[in-house]
């Protein structure tokens, strides 16, 4: 309608449907987008409760724990040559080898020496994801 003229009753009603449709759908979708919100909220809690159980549980095993949780496996791969276990003696420096017999002794016989292995767990978490990152930034620079 151009400025300065008076609108007809007609123009009026057809305006104020617009107006009302307008307004209905965008009713609706502040509805969906709150909906979504509490959703997402919902979700947020139960994820922070669940957080907040697996963290008492890993306090508790923590506690209780002697030793490592799992297999203790070497971060160092056995193809280089020269390689020996990281958690076992360096060769030649006599740790871990029976006592010299003395004079008049019959050797003893060899045995594996028992050791406690422990591995702080956050060391051991941290070189596994140094792995995996090293792996993915591999895999960057592969074309899809």
């Known amino acids: 309608m151009p400025r300065g003229t008076v609108p007809t009753v007609g123009q009026l009603?057809?305006?104020i449907d617009e107006?009302?449709?307008i307004a209905r759908a965008s009713e609706e979708g502040v509805r969906e987008v709150g909906e979504i919100a509490l959703d997402a909220a919902r979700q947020a809690r139960r994820a922070a409760e669940m957080a907040?159980?697996?963290?008492r549980a890993a306090?508790?095993?923590a506690r209780g724990s002697s030793g490592p949780a799992g297999p203790v496996t070497d971060l160092?791969?056995?193809?280089?040559?020269?390689?020996?276990?990281?958690?076992?003696?360096?060769?030649?420096?006599g740790a871990g080898e029976a006592p010299a017999p003395e004079d008049g002794e019959a050797p003893q016989e060899e045995k594996q020496p028992t050791r406690?292995?422990?591995?702080?767990?956050l060391q051991r978490f941290n070189a596994r994801a140094d792995a995996v990152a090293a792996r993915l930034r591999k895999l960057e620079g592969v074309p899809a």
Request: glycine fraction near 6%; charge should be negative; aromatic fraction near 2%.
């Open 76 to 93: 160092v791969p056995p193809s280089l040559s020269g390689w020996s276990p990281k958690s076992a003696p360096p060769p030649g420096s």
């Open 52 to 55: 907040e159980e697996s963290a």
């Open 19 to 21: 107006a009302v449709v």
């Open 59 to 61: 306090q508790e095993a």
């Open 13 to 15: 009603e057809t305006r």
């Open 116 to 121: 406690e292995v422990v591995i702080d767990p």
